[in-house]
C-alpha cells in the first residue's frame, strides 16, 4: 500500500482526485492511503437529510456520495481515506467497515484512550466519564449514546469493488461546529477529540500511528 501524505486540502478537490483515481485503477493498481487535514466544512452522505444541518453559518456544506449522513471536517483532525481494492483483499464491506473501526480502536490504545462501538451506528466512540478505562458502555438504556461522545467518523464509497472515502479522528479541534449539526444524524450526539480528554498529542504522531495500523490490517 502506497501512504500519502497530503497536507491541509480543499474537501471537494480531495473528493474528486479519489473519485478520479478509483475510476482509471485496474486490476493491478497498487492500493494507496491518504492522509490528510481539511479546512472547515459539512459533509452530508447519500442519505444525509437536510434537518440535520442546524445552522452552518459560513461554512460550507457538500452533498458527498459516501455513506452516512452529515458530519464535520476541520484543522486539527486527521482523515484517512483508504483506496483499496475490496476483491483483491478479499474482503466484504462489512468486514471492511470492521477493520477500519478496529485500526481507530487500536490507535486510542496506543494513546491510552478505550474506545468503543456503538451497534448500528459507524464510528468509534468513547465514555465520556472513564475515557480510560476498560469497562464497556452501560446498557442498554434509554438512548444508547448516553455517557458517549463520537470522536471517529466514518464513511465509505464502494465502486468496482474498490472502496474510497474514509475515517475522520478528532485529535486536537475547534468542536464548535458541532453543535451546528446532528452529527452522523444523531441528535444531542457529543463529538470530542483527544484533546478534550486530555490526551496531549499532535496531528502527525496520532496520523502515523494511525497509519502504521491501517496499512497492516489492509495488507494481503
Same mark, same amino acid.
Given at each position: 500500500m502506497q501512504l500519502r501524505w497530503l497536507g491541509r486540502r480543499d474537501y471537494r478537490e480531495t473528493w474528486a482526485a479519489m473519485q478520479d483515481f478509483t475510476a482509471r485503477r485496474a486490476a493491478g493498481t497498487e492500493d494507496q492511503l491518504w492522509l490528510v487535514e481539511h479546512p472547515p466544512v459539512f459533509t452530508q452522505g447519500v442519505a444525509g437529510r437536510a434537518e440535520h444541518v442546524l445552522h &452552518? /453559518?459560513?461554512?460550507?456544506?457538500?452533498?458527498?456520495?459516501?455513506?452516512?449522513?452529515?458530519t464535520y471536517h476541520g484543522p486539527g483532525q486527521v482523515v484517512a481515506y483508504p483506496l483499496v481494492d475490496l476483491g483483491r483483499l478479499r474482503l466484504q464491506v462489512r468486514e471492511y467497515v470492521f477493520r477500519?473501526?478496529?485500526?481507530?480502536?487500536?490507535?486510542?490504545?496506543?494513546?491510552?484512550?478505550?474506545?468503543?462501538?456503538? #451497534? /448500528? #451506528? $459507524?464510528?468509534?466512540?468513547?465514555?465520556?466519564?472513564? $475515557?480510560f478505562g476498560h469497562a464497556a458502555p452501560?446498557? $442498554?438504556?434509554?438512548?444508547?449514546f448516553d455517557g458517549l461522545g463520537k470522536i471517529a467518523a466514518l464513511g465509505i464509497?464502494?465502486?468496482?469493488?474498490? #472502496?474510497?472515502? /474514509?475515517?475522520?479522528?478528532?485529535?486536537?479541534?475547534?468542536? &464548535? $461546529?458541532?453543535?451546528?449539526i446532528d452529527p452522523c444524524g444523531y441528535a444531542g450526539l457529543k463529538a470530542v477529540d483527544l484533546a478534550?480528554?486530555?490526551?496531549?498529542?499532535?496531528?502527525?504522531?496520532? &496520523?502515523?500511528?494511525?497509519s502504521s495500523r491501517l496499512v497492516a490490517l489492509l495488507s494481503p
Open positions: &452552518a /453559518g459560513d461554512i460550507e456544506v457538500v452533498q458527498s456520495n459516501r455513506g452516512g449522513q452529515v477500519l473501526e478496529h485500526s481507530v480502536l487500536q490507535t486510542l490504545l496506543d494513546v491510552g484512550v478505550t474506545g468503543h462501538r456503538v #451497534a /448500528g #451506528a $459507524p464510528g468509534v466512540y468513547v465514555r465520556l466519564d472513564d $475515557p452501560i446498557g $442498554p438504556t434509554r438512548n444508547r464509497k464502494v465502486s468496482r469493488h474498490c #472502496a474510497y472515502h /474514509g475515517v475522520a479522528l478528532n485529535v486536537k479541534m475547534d468542536l &464548535a $461546529p458541532y453543535e451546528r478534550t480528554l486530555g490526551v496531549n498529542c499532535d496531528w502527525q504522531g496520532v &496520523a502515523q500511528l494511525w
